[in-house]
């Protein structure tokens, strides 16, 4: 089928902590995963991505893990701050190849990471 | 920002009633796709257009249906609005290719009662 699964709903951390979100995805042959954040009332925000042939990014404060034999993919935030508090989602790109001739994009639910002061 | 918008913000419409949003693609992309987002759940892909021509749907009905103009902007146009209709409608764009980033817009948030 297809479906991005996020295994908690909610997170909540203390400011400061670092933060691990994680996500497992369905397809095998998904080629390109991307996190995205949404904050209420807003549409999703690019935050960072991860081609196939790699199993760790980093950008500012944050780490994308790959392990595709298991198909999971977990977002670290480092020194989780008031402002990281929104909804997660990851999502998996299905080659052209895959899924009828375009590129598609399957997200999952989401995690909320609630950060307290 | 992301470049890419979309209008209106909010809209209500009755049941029955049909509906037109509006999206602007980010500069340099030529690709939009639009995704509905019910409460608490994730985007679910509605379809894609690509250089004037719908190039991939999910599992939509035809009532949902779009348009792509040569400066790749879009239009979603939703039919027969029915109450599970109400929802987020998000649109992306992002440049033809075989990995390439989709970028939102903030949304238009659909009631409808």
């Known amino acids: 089928g297809e479906s991005v699964g996020l295994h908690l709903p909610t997170l909540s951390v203390q400011e400061g902590d670092n933060s691990i979100i994680n996500c497992a995805y369905s397809?095998?042959?998904?080629?390109?995963f991307i996190w995205y954040k949404q904050e209420s009332g807003k549409g999703p925000q690019f935050i960072i991505d991860?081609?196939?042939?790699?199993d760790k990014r980093q950008g500012q404060r944050v780490t994308v893990l790959l392990n595709k034999t298991v198909k999971h993919l977990s977002l670290q935030i480092a020194a989780t701050q008031p402002g990281d508090s929104a909804v997660y989602f990851c999502?998996?790109?299905?080659?052209?190849?895959?899924?009828?001739?375009?590129?598609?994009?399957?997200f999952g639910a989401g995690t909320r990471l609630a950060v307290h002061p | 920002e992301t470049g890419v918008t979309q209008s209106p913000t909010h809209l209500i419409k009755t049941r029955g009633q049909q509906v037109t949003l509006r999206c602007s693609s980010q500069?340099?992309?030529?690709?939009v796709s639009w995704y509905q987002q019910a409460l608490g759940q994730g985007p679910q892909f509605i379809f894609q257009?690509?250089?004037?021509?719908?190039?991939g749907r999910g599992n939509f009905p035809p009532r949902f249906s779009g348009l792509q103009f040569p400066n790749y902007s879009s239009e979603l146009n939703v039919n027969a609005l029915e109450l599970d209709d109400s929802a987020l409608y998000l649109c992306?764009?992002?440049?033809?290719?075989?990995?390439?980033?989709?970028?939102f817009g903030p949304g238009t948030r659909l009631l409808v009662l």
């Open positions: 992306a764009s992002s440049q033809q290719g075989t990995q390439e980033t989709q970028y």
């Open positions: 397809n095998s042959a998904s080629d390109y």
């Open positions: 991860i081609r196939s042939n790699m």
């Open positions: 999502a998996e790109n299905l080659p052209s190849g895959f899924s009828g001739g375009y590129n598609k994009l399957i």
């Open positions: 500069s340099g992309h030529n690709t």
């Open positions: 257009y690509y250089r004037e021509e719908e190039n």
